[in-house]
């Protein structure tokens, strides 16, 4: 069984503390910071494999913590947030969060989004059968190596990023529900999925195509869902 070190970054300490003895209970080991410059430090000196990681702090919010990361590394980013606006929600994947979870949370939801995002990062690019390489006129999978070449560039997504193409790429042609997305890639009911997989599309859209607003590769199929083009 894999051993994984979570870093939690929020200026509460009761909040550090109860976090920790949640994420115990599943075998976690949590290291704690108080503020985003404190997690940057934390960062260098542990092997973290995921961060919760509250929006509201001093010194550095979790929204600029999370821009400053997203710059060097791609590890699984949870934002913790007592503000429920959908606004500040499509804020944090934004800027390169893979998922939301709203204050006051319940442990059990919390815990489980946690081990989900762990799978997803450990297993990255592991579905079962297809083939290993995939090339759609200069926009490559690479299973093995779990990587994206556009334009004989080598494209830096997030985990989930990565699993959205991987899906669609292996499946290209084939049209995928917003839902369906949501569910195949995050592995839970795809409930109010829409804003989610419409900021994490429109990412990848930046990072794949030369035109953005006119796609070459990721299509829209209006009323229906989204499409790696064959």
């Keep these: 069984m894999n051993h994984y070190f979570v870093l939690v970054v929020d200026d509460e300490k009761e909040i550090r503390d109860a976090i920790e003895i949640y994420l115990k209970n599943e075998g976690i080991t949590v290291i704690k910071a108080k503020d985003g410059i404190e997690a940057i430090e934390k960062l260098t000196e542990h092997d973290i494999h995921l961060i919760l990681l509250d929006v509201m702090m001093p010194r550095l919010d979790g929204i600029n913590t999370t821009f400053k990361i997203r710059e060097k590394n791609n590890i699984p980013i949870i934002i913790l947030s007592a503000k429920t606006e959908d606004t500040d929600k499509i804020l944090g994947l934004q800027v390169g969060a893979d998922d939301y ?3 006051p949370f319940n442990p059990m939801e919390l815990a489980a989004r946690v081990k989900s995002q762990l799978r997803r990062y450990v ?4 579905y079962e059968g297809g083939n290993k390489i995939i090339d759609l006129n200069g926009l490559t999978l690479n299973a093995e ?4 070449t ?3 560039e080598v494209v830096k997504f997030t985990p989930i990023e990565y699993k959205i193409v991987e899906l669609l790429m292996k499946n290209a042609g084939r049209v995928f ?12 009911p795809g409930y109010n999925a829409e804003n989610t997989v419409a900021v994490h599309i429109r990412k990848i859209r930046e990072k794949i195509e030369i035109d953005p607003k006119n796609p070459r590769y990721l299509k829209v199929v209006w009323g229906i869902g ?5």
Excluded: P
């Excluded at 190596?145 to 994206?148: D, P, Q, T, Y």
């Excluded at 989204?226 to 064959?230: F, G, T």
């Design 177 to 188: 529900s917003i839902h369906d997305i949501y569910e195949r890639v995050w592995e839970e």
């Design 226 to 230: 989204y499409k790696m083009e064959k």
């Design 145 to 148: 190596a779990k990587e994206v």
């Design 150 to 152: 556009a334009h004989g």
């Design 123 to 126: 297993s990255l690019g592991t």
């Design 101 to 103: 979870v709203t204050k």
